[in-house]
């Protein structure tokens, strides 16, 4: 059951980044804010919604979480098929975005709360494995949908995952037992909501807008604003959708980061990939479909050897590694041209991907391990926020200064050169391609500064602190004893903490 909800939801992010070029051609557009909402509406529901999520399954339990879940996500991919303009379409990702929130949340959870300490990381490494397979599946089934037929396919197809994985849960999946009765905070969720749009908006919005205008600058203004209030009310509640009271435990809090930098980096790869291998290179969508496999396949194959050495030699070291790698992989991304060839793209994205791979499940094991057991379900919606704000940040960041120096609009000219609609003189494709490339690698430096981030953030000596098994609501309330976070958050399975390795 989680396989299908995990399965769907991935795939459907892949299959709609594949997608945006033929979206954008559909409605006469290049690479604008506007596209780049297409991804970010799905990604700010997700962020805004994943931690009221969180306390809302560790009140009354997984299934009726999922199962709704399923339905919403369903519902909204129909609606994103029949989209009749490109900001319905924007507007029916959001809705969508409520499924996938319902369906992503409650994974985690499950499985941390049904393995113990020592195989925590393998299973989330094959929770890993199953994800990234819809990731790698979404590329190529979207470029032979939309080889023969137009975008609108491609939400369909969530048709019968939805149905399948909807049956499965409703014999398998039992209701579990509540851990604690409370209420969710829907005014923090609202306000974090609101910070992550604006800021986003501003950001993706800046070069069309103008960088000091008003609308772009109440955008940020709006934005910080929010999110500094966010803080202030989760202070003040008595049962916070952000709890940062987690955050005194110095282990969670690095990992948290890590885990933000480690998306800002590498999510906005296979954002940009679609546009340079179809507009810069001119290949057809199956074959960029096929190309964008490679890093996702090669997460998937180490995934799980990461979780397993995490569980036998510690999260830390893996997690710096893995950073890293990626980081020199990007580099090596970001000096694509219009005359690279085949095999060194495919070298570059599989050793990104491999130091990807390295990192998260020793990073997931390290976050959630840092969380007392009955706050697993919070600790998985923090997990899954860091993760979608990262990618909206990502598309946000790096889509402004791909913009900004002007290879959207060289890619715009060039694709339709590629597709038979215009026609330009050699010296204009040269300048053009000369554009791109230029703005594709400051793009890509970029991204391989956040994972030289990541990786020194997950490198700052850890000396890791658990909450005791007690519902804590502010950070005044914490204690401050030591003890093995891996430990303390089986405390659903042993009794006792123990003090173990750092």
């Known amino acids: 059951m989680l396989a299908v909800g995990a399965f769907m939801a991935m795939l459907d992010s892949s299959i709609v980044v594949i997608s945006l070029p033929s979206i954008a051609r559909y409605f006469g557009v290049g690479l604008n804010g506007t596209v780049e909402w297409i991804v970010i509406a799905y990604l700010i529901v997700l962020a805004a919604t994943m931690l009221t999520i969180g306390r809302l399954t560790d009140m009354f339990g997984h299934k009726p979480i999922w199962m709704s879940g399923a339905v919403i996500f369903i519902l909204g991919s129909a609606l994103c098929g029949m989209a009749p303009t490109l900001g319905a379409l924007v507007a029916f990702r959001a809705f969508e975005g409520i499924g996938g929130a319902l369906l992503?949340?409650?994974?985690?959870?499950?499985?941390?709360?049904?393995?113990?300490?020592?195989?925590?990381?393998?299973?989330?490494g094959l929770y890993n494995v199953i994800m990234f397979v819809g990731v790698v599946v979404g590329p190529i089934l979207g470029g032979l949908i939309l080889q023969?037929?137009?975008?609108r396919v491609i939400f369909f197809i969530n048709f019968p995952l939805g149905a399948l994985g909807f049956m499965v849960a409703s014999r398998v999946l039992h209701r579990t037992h509540t851990h604690r009765q409370g209420s969710f905070d829907p005014i923090g969720a609202l306000l974090l909501g609101i910070g992550l749009a604006c800021v986003t908006l501003g950001l993706s919005f800046g070069q069309e807008w103008g960088w000091r205008s008003s609308r772009v600058l109440a955008a940020l203004l709006i934005g910080g604003a929010s999110l500094l209030a966010t803080v202030i009310t989760e202070l003040h509640v008595s049962?916070?959708?952000?709890?940062l009271s987690l955050f005194r435990v110095r282990a969670f809090t690095f990992s948290t980061v890590a885990l933000i930098m480690s998306f800002l980096a590498l999510f906005a790869v296979s954002f940009l990939l679609p546009f340079y291998l179809e507009e810069l290179h001119g290949y057809s969508t199956i074959r960029t479909g096929f190309l964008l496999t490679p890093m996702p396949l090669s997460v998937a194959a180490i995934s799980p050897l990461s979780g397993w050495m995490a569980d036998r030699a510690g999260t830390r070291w893996l997690q710096v590694v893995g950073m890293a790698v990626a980081a020199a992989g990007l580099v090596l991304v970001s000096e694509f041209s219009a005359i690279t060839p085949l095999w060194e793209i495919l070298a570059a994205l599989v050793m990104t991907g491999l130091g990807r791979g390295l990192f998260l499940s020793p990073n997931s094991s390290a976050l959630l391990g840092a969380a007392p057991a009955e706050r697993q379900g919070?600790?998985?919606?923090?997990?899954?926020?860091?993760?979608?704000s990262g990618q909206c940040l990502s598309v946000a960041l790096i889509g402004a200064i791909f913009v900004g120096v002007g290879g959207a609009a060289a890619g715009s000219r060039l694709g339709s050169v590629v597709q038979g609609a215009a026609a330009l003189p050699g010296s204009t494709v040269f300048e053009l391609r000369h554009t791109f490339t230029h703005s594709f690698h400051l793009a890509l430096l970029a991204c391989a500064a956040f994972a030289a981030l990541g990786a020194l953030t997950s490198l700052v000596p850890e000396k890791r602190r658990v909450l005791p098994d007690l519902a804590i609501s502010r950070i005044s309330d914490v204690p401050a004893h030591t003890v093995d976070p891996l430990s303390a958050a089986a405390a659903g399975f042993a009794d006792r903490p123990?003090?173990?390795?750092t």
Do not use: K, N, Y
């Not at 049962?239 to 709890?243: E, G, R, W």
């Not at 919070?378 to 979608?388: C, K, N, P, S």
């Open 104 to 124: 992503i949340a409650v994974g985690p959870a499950m499985l941390t709360s049904a393995f113990p300490s020592s195989e925590r990381g393998r299973a989330l």
């Open 239 to 243: 049962q916070p959708v952000l709890d």
């Open 148 to 151: 023969v037929a137009v975008w």
């Open 378 to 388: 919070i600790a998985a919606g923090l997990l899954a926020t860091g993760e979608t």
């Open 498 to 501: 123990e003090t173990g390795r």
